[in-house]
């Protein structure tokens, strides 16, 4: 279904239903996307809204009409200050829906995802405007609770 309507991924439809649902992107300028491998959220972003969007990730991501592309790790210092100076201003939305490779290893990988959610928030915390949205995938899992704590501090 995501070939059939142009999209890199089937994640671009949890996205959309969410923007349905929750309109995040509408009335947004700026948009970072995190962990935006392959570029189906990106691609979302762009379609749904004129915002300056920035996807980030590890690994290269073909070009999204609409979106700049940065290669970076977004626990860098570095790359947060590109992306800062990359959408010139705070982001609206910073979303993330990375996933780490996957070891079939429960708690392992509940550990993987959740260091990588709160790399997420680290950065979001630096580039996300006051009342901003972030949106970040999350393995429920031993330590989720915790983090959803610590989310409702921030």
Known sequence: LAKAHGYRARAAFKLIQMEDTLSLLKGATRVVDLCAAPGGWTQVV?????ARVVAVDLKEIAPVEGADMLVGDLTSALVVERIVSMIDGPADVVLCDGAPDVLDLGDVDAHLQLSLCRAALACACKV???????????????????????????
């Open 46 to 50: 762009a379609e749904r809204c004129t």
């Open 128 to 154: 996300l405007a006051p009342g901003g949205s972030f949106v970040c995938k999350i393995y429920r899992g031993r330590g989720s609770a915790l983090f959803f704590d610590e989310l409702r501090c921030v």
